[in-house]
């Protein structure tokens, strides 16, 4: 058996292609969505990220501004410009890099944007709502992940799903979203962390498997169900003297054993990572449309 491959590609430029047209129309309404991204310091993976979402903003008609600050930025500086944002009804979203230098809270950060201009789905206002079940900015990994199974016609109701993996990024609100009595969700969900000890027994019994821990090839083929369907959410370099850059980008999954047991995989990269980014624009507009009532 070999799994169908799960093209996040794909499936993330329909979602870009949806949203060109939105776009046109709430800019013939005077709105033009506007997503303010601001980055600290030089983290070179950080820099990577947000050069990828400025092109994705400019491709789309969004206006995607980058602030850069320095690594020395204090909290007080960061806060301040955070709330200048917050306060220009022009700015729709508001996304503040992540990691922060050591001398900044990142938990004061996100509790200093908006919830209304929260476009990554972090402030405590959204995951209370998303826990809550009520209309909200989902965030955006977990988000994306859910469009895959839709688009897949994977339906979890009904299924066990089995994430590993606890952050608050990924693990965590992906489990409540699946948990939902709601369409593409009302599953029966575990959650695997460093305290679960052998993880085996709890991912032998995923109907659909959610990796997301930050190790490399941590998910081998004896440990998925037959037929299971198998979501990487990670993303690991690793040193490859044949390529290009001297690294390749892995999953947490073996992906060369596990597509041979699993009847549909993600591939990284090209499976979950496009779809992250799609949604910080679907959610950008989102806002757009709620500060013209009309969502």
């Keep these: 058996m070999s799994a169908l491959i799960i093209d996040g590609n794909a499936t993330a430029e329909k979602i870009r292609v949806q949203l060109e047209t939105e776009i046109v ?3 013939e309404r005077g709105c033009h969505p506007r997503l303010e ?16 979402k400025q092109k994705d903003c400019e491709r789309i008609g969004i206006l995607g501004q980058t602030t850069r600050l320095g690594t020395e930025t204090s909290e007080e500086e960061l806060l301040a410009l955070i ?3 917050n306060h220009d009804a022009s700015v729709h979203g508001i996304l503040v890099q992540l990691p922060l230098p050591h001398q900044i809270s990142e938990e004061k ?3 200093a944007i908006s919830p209304d201009k929260d476009v ?21 990994t977990p988000a994306g992940i859910q469009a895959l199974l839709v688009e897949y016609k994977i339906d979890p109701k009904g299924k066990h799903v089995v994430v590993v993996g606890r952050s608050t990024i990924v693990g965590k609100p992906f489990a409540i979203m699946m948990m939902q009595k709601k ?5 029966t969900v575990t959650v695997c962390h460093t305290g679960s000890g052998d993880l085996k027994p709890y991912t032998q019994q995923a ?13 081998s083929a004896e440990m998925i169900k037959p037929g299971a369907v198998v979501i990487d959410v ?3 370099r690793i040193e490859d003297s044949s390529a290009k850059r001297g690294y390749r980008l892995v999953g947490d999954v073996d992906f060369a054993a596990v597509h041979k047991v699993a009847s549909a995989i993600t591939p990284v990269p090209g499976g979950v990572g496009p779809m992250t980014r799609a949604f910080l624009l679907k959610n950008t507009v989102k806002s757009a449309k709620k500060f013209l009532k009309l969502d």
């Design 25 to 27: 129309q709430l800019r």
């Design 120 to 140: 990554d789905g972090f402030h405590p206002v959204n995951v209370g709502r998303m826990v809550a079940g009520v209309d909200c900015f989902l965030p955006c």
């Design 234 to 236: 990670g993303v690991n």
């Design 83 to 85: 709330d200048r944002f």
């Design 207 to 219: 109907d659909i498997l959610v990796a997301a821990v930050g190790r490399p090839a941590l998910i």
């Design 109 to 111: 950060v996100i509790a």
């Design 183 to 187: 369409p593409w969700a009302n599953a």
């Design 37 to 52: 991204v601001i980055l600290v310091g030089d983290d070179p993976a950080a820099q990577s990220y947000v050069a990828m």
